[in-house]
Structures are given as structure tokens and as C-alpha cells.
């Protein structure tokens, strides 16, 4: 049976990659740029002078509307060594490019070579003017992961491994009311199954001192009412603008939920051009803030505020996943954004980041920072989309980080 449940999982996965290239997204005023692409450089432009049998002359496709970048790569996931990862982003323009935000879909299946392994989809749909927007997130993973229980209780070495199958679907549905302003109403599904410690001998509702969630499955169905500002050009590579995300969640029982809790996840980002003299080069400054919070103390362990499971597994970069979860997080991150060379190819980053959260009586008290920095190459100029690897550290831990895109 399971066998069958995760060959539909993948088709339901690859038909939703299929839909978003074919579907999608407000008015968008003449301060904001457009940025022009057609001189920069990107590794398929390399990769056309290296394999070229034939020399054409260049030909540059203002209308083209759609771009894919296909990426394998590996990574370090928290908690279990180096994984094998394949990241397929396909962006697609559904409206005017002038009015239209870039329509995204990524598809990165991976797999660490031992019992990890996952599919993840996330969706960005825009219609043509931004009228609307669907976002999505749809993922089937089985993901063993290490635990530190709530807040500071445990110091790094006292970790423990916790194994589950994971399904996760959100769908929200936003309308525009404004210029960059969105609001809407979504669906949110969380079921973990199979939750246990790999370590037989250990009692996990005894070692996080918590009762929900601990064992056996947890299933969270709920509403969201979302509320967003997206002044972005693209979220690969995000211009100067500003975003601001506001989701409230509550699961009743009568849509399945085990138990009846709620929350809200309040994310704000500004992006500063340090030279806006010249928009065709990445010289920015950009900031991220999110406070995570649920109400309820019957909230499932797992699906409690913990870092580095922000909807899109970005934040606590030289931090080990899921290392503070509590019934609330507060975190902070800065980030420099500089090209290296002339034509876009190159860059670089400089980041920091810092987070408390509630657990032992620790949140504004204890404070978890770390740093680090990397390496970007322009991987798709058409679609913004920049490859990354990042080198982050914090107490106890160090790690090198690949990705597709920006962080934020």
C-alpha cells in the first residue's frame, strides 16, 4: 500500500510542475525595475561557447516567457550527513512581463543514500496583471531528524534522533486590493506518522517533557487567512522592494486535527540597493525578520515553531535544523548581496543571523547566533536564478550549504 501511496505522491508532484508552467499573477508602478538581462552572463551561456558546433549569431528573445534550470547537487541537511539533490525550477511568465511577476514552480527531489529521502514541491502562480496569486507547497518526506527537545533544556551533544514519515499540503489563495497587497484564505495539512525515537530505550514525551506529538501520528488540518506585500521583482533573485507575510492557522477538530490549536507566522524583508545607479549589478543589503508563535500547549511537537522550518527551509543558515523549537521564535537575519564581475556571473554574500526562542524560560534571554558567507553564480539570467554555496557557522557546528536562489 505504501508503495502505491508514493508512486502517487510523485505523479501528483509532477503533474502539479506541469500545471504551474501552464498556468499563472497587480499593477506594478514605473519606480519599481524591470531588470535588463540581455548583457549579463550565465553558466548556459558558457556552457553554448564550450559545446557550440555550430557559431550563431546571438539572438536575443524579448518574448521568450519561459525558463528552466536543472541543478544536481549535494548538501547537508541537519541531522544526517550529505544528500544527493535535484532541483528542477521552472519559471513562466503568464501575463505582460511589464505587470506580471515571474510565475515559479520547483520541483527537488533528494536523497542522503541511507533512509532520508523526499519530495518537495513549492509553487508561486501569478495571473496575468497579479490579479491573484496561488501559492503551494506540497511535500511526502520521511525524514529522520535530530532533537534537542523545547528551548535550551538540552546542550548539542544531547541530541536525539527522531524518525517520521512526513505529508505536508498548503495551498493559499490570495486576491490583490491594492498595488503589491494581497489577501486570501488557504488550506494547511501537517500529518507525521511513525514518530519515535531511533533509539529504542529512549521515551521522547519523556525526554522533550512534552505530551503532544510525541509518538505514534499527529495530523494537523486547518484554515489560514493570509494577509501579503510583495514589492519583489522575482523571489530567485529579489530587487530592491519590500515583503511582508502574515499567516494565521487555527485546526479544528472537525477538519481532522487531533487537537485544537492555532498560530501565526508574521515574516517581514527589505531589500536596500546600495548603488542605485546602476541596477544591472547586485550591490544590495537585504534584512529578514520573522516572529513564529503557536497559542495552544496541545500543539503537536513537531509542528511547533522551530529553526529552519520557515515554509520554505531557509532561515538559521550555520545552524543545525530543528537544533531551538519552543511555543515561540523570534529571529533576525542581514544579508550583503555584491557581484563580482562586471557581467553578473559572479557574486558573492556576507550573512548573519540570530534567533531565541520560548522553552526553559529562554525566549529574549538567550539569543543563538551565526554567520557566514558564500559563493553565487548566475545559473539563469532569463529567470534570475542564481546557484549558491555557503559556508555557515555557530556553537558546535559547521556546515556547507548548496542552493537554487537566494536564501531570501
Same mark, same amino acid.
Given at each position: 500500500?505504501?508503495?502505491?501511496?508514493?508512486?502517487?505522491?510523485?505523479?501528483?508532484?509532477?503533474?502539479?510542475?506541469?500545471?504551474?508552467?501552464?498556468?499563472?499573477?497587480?499593477?506594478?508602478?514605473?519606480?519599481?525595475?524591470?531588470?535588463?538581462?540581455?548583457?549579463?552572463?550565465?553558466?548556459?551561456?558558457?556552457?553554448?561557447?564550450?559545446?557550440?558546433?555550430?557559431?550563431?549569431?546571438?539572438?536575443?528573445?524579448?518574448?521568450? &516567457? *519561459?525558463?528552466?534550470? $536543472?541543478? @544536481?547537487?549535494?548538501? +547537508?541537511?541537519? %541531522?544526517?550527513?550529505?544528500?544527493?539533490? !535535484? /532541483?528542477?525550477?521552472?519559471?513562466?511568465?503568464?501575463?505582460?512581463?511589464?505587470?506580471?511577476?515571474?510565475?515559479?514552480?520547483?520541483?527537488?527531489?533528494?536523497?542522503?543514500?541511507?533512509?532520508?529521502?523526499?519530495?518537495?514541491?513549492?509553487?508561486?502562480?501569478?495571473?496575468?496583471?497579479?490579479?491573484?496569486?496561488?501559492?503551494?507547497?506540497?511535500?511526502?518526506?520521511?525524514?529522520?531528524?535530530?532533537?534537542?527537545?523545547?528551548?535550551?533544556?538540552?546542550?548539542?551533544?544531547?541530541?536525539?534522533?527522531?524518525?517520521?514519515?512526513?505529508?505536508?499540503?498548503?495551498? &493559499? *489563495?490570495?486576491?490583490? $486590493?491594492? @498595488?503589491?497587497?494581497? +489577501?486570501?484564505? %488557504?488550506?494547511?495539512?501537517?500529518?507525521? !506518522? /511513525?514518530?519515535?525515537?531511533?533509539?529504542?530505550?529512549?521515551?521522547?514525551?519523556?525526554?522533550?517533557?512534552?505530551?503532544?506529538?510525541?509518538?505514534?501520528?499527529?495530523?494537523?488540518?486547518?484554515?489560514?487567512?493570509?494577509?501579503?506585500?510583495?514589492?519583489?521583482?522575482?523571489?530567485?533573485?529579489?530587487?530592491?522592494?519590500?515583503?511582508?507575510?502574515?499567516?494565521?492557522?487555527?485546526?479544528?477538530?472537525?477538519?481532522?486535527?487531533?487537537?485544537?490549536?492555532?498560530?501565526?507566522?508574521?515574516?517581514?524583508?527589505?531589500?536596500?540597493?546600495?548603488?542605485?545607479?546602476?541596477?544591472?549589478?547586485?550591490?544590495?543589503?537585504?534584512?529578514?525578520?520573522?516572529?513564529?508563535?503557536?497559542?495552544?500547549?496541545?500543539?503537536?511537537?513537531?509542528?511547533?515553531?522551530?529553526?529552519?522550518?520557515?515554509?520554505?527551509?531557509?532561515?538559521?543558515?550555520?545552524?543545525?535544523?530543528?537544533?531551538?523549537?519552543?511555543?515561540?521564535?523570534?529571529?533576525?537575519?542581514?544579508?550583503?548581496?555584491?557581484?563580482?564581475?562586471?557581467?553578473?556571473?559572479?557574486?558573492?554574500?556576507?550573512?548573519?543571523?540570530?534567533?531565541?526562542?520560548?522553552?526553559?524560560?529562554?525566549?529574549?534571554?538567550?539569543?543563538?547566533?551565526?554567520?557566514?558567507?558564500?559563493?553565487?553564480?548566475?545559473?539563469?539570467?532569463?529567470?534570475?536564478?542564481?546557484?549558491?554555496?555557503?559556508?555557515?557557522?555557530?556553537?558546535?557546528?559547521?556546515?556547507?550549504?548548496?542552493?537554487?536562489?537566494?536564501?531570501?
Amino acid at each position: 500500500m505504501l508503495r502505491y501511496f508514493k508512486l502517487f505522491i510523485l505523479l501528483l508532484s509532477i503533474g502539479s510542475l506541469n500545471a504551474a508552467a501552464q498556468n499563472a499573477s497587480s499593477i506594478i508602478p514605473d519606480s519599481v525595475s524591470r531588470k535588463d538581462t540581455a548583457r549579463q552572463t550565465d553558466l548556459i551561456d558558457i556552457g553554448k561557447t564550450i559545446v557550440t558546433i555550430k557559431k550563431k549569431p546571438m539572438k536575443v528573445d524579448p518574448d521568450k &516567457n *519561459v525558463y528552466f534550470s $536543472i541543478l @544536481p547537487s549535494s548538501t +547537508v541537511p541537519g %541531522g544526517t550527513g550529505r544528500a544527493l539533490v !535535484t /532541483s528542477t525550477t521552472a519559471g513562466m511568465y503568464l501575463g505582460p512581463k511589464e505587470t506580471t511577476n515571474l510565475s515559479t514552480a520547483t520541483f527537488a527531489p533528494y536523497w542522503n543514500f541511507k533512509n532520508r529521502y523526499g519530495l518537495p514541491l513549492h509553487t508561486s502562480v501569478w495571473f496575468p496583471d497579479n490579479t491573484w496569486t496561488i501559492q503551494g507547497d506540497t511535500r511526502f518526506l520521511h525524514y529522520p531528524q535530530f532533537t534537542w527537545g523545547l528551548g535550551t533544556s538540552n546542550d548539542y551533544s544531547h541530541s536525539v534522533l527522531v524518525d517520521y514519515n512526513y505529508i505536508r499540503f498548503y495551498q &493559499n *489563495v490570495l486576491k490583490r $486590493i491594492q @498595488p503589491f497587497l494581497f +489577501v486570501g484564505v %488557504g488550506y494547511a495539512l501537517d500529518f507525521h !506518522t /511513525s514518530i519515535h525515537a531511533d533509539d529504542p530505550t529512549i521515551d521522547l514525551k519523556q525526554y522533550t517533557q512534552y505530551e503532544h506529538g510525541t509518538a505514534g501520528n499527529s495530523f494537523s488540518s486547518g484554515i489560514t487567512l493570509n494577509l501579503l506585500y510583495d514589492s519583489r521583482n522575482t523571489e530567485q533573485a529579489s530587487l530592491p522592494g519590500a515583503y511582508t507575510n502574515i499567516i494565521y492557522r487555527v485546526n479544528p477538530p472537525f477538519l481532522g486535527s487531533n487537537n485544537l490549536w492555532s498560530s501565526i507566522y508574521i515574516d517581514l524583508r527589505k531589500y536596500l540597493s546600495l548603488n542605485p545607479a546602476k541596477p544591472t549589478q547586485q550591490n544590495t543589503l537585504a534584512f529578514w525578520t520573522y516572529l513564529w508563535s503557536a497559542f495552544n500547549k496541545s500543539t503537536p511537537y513537531l509542528d511547533l515553531p522551530n529553526i529552519g522550518w520557515d515554509p520554505y527551509n531557509r532561515s538559521g543558515r550555520g545552524i543545525d535544523q530543528s537544533r531551538y523549537r519552543g511555543q515561540s521564535l523570534f529571529y533576525f537575519e542581514t544579508e550583503y548581496r555584491r557581484d563580482i564581475t562586471n557581467n553578473g556571473l559572479l557574486g558573492f554574500v556576507l550573512f548573519s543571523n540570530i534567533n531565541t526562542v520560548s522553552g526553559s524560560g529562554t525566549m529574549f534571554k538567550a539569543w543563538h547566533p551565526a554567520a557566514g558567507g558564500g559563493l553565487r553564480v548566475k545559473f539563469n539570467k532569463g529567470s534570475r536564478t542564481n546557484v549558491g554555496a555557503d559556508y555557515g557557522f555557530s556553537n558546535n557546528y559547521r556546515a556547507i550549504l548548496f542552493s537554487v536562489g537566494e536564501a531570501f
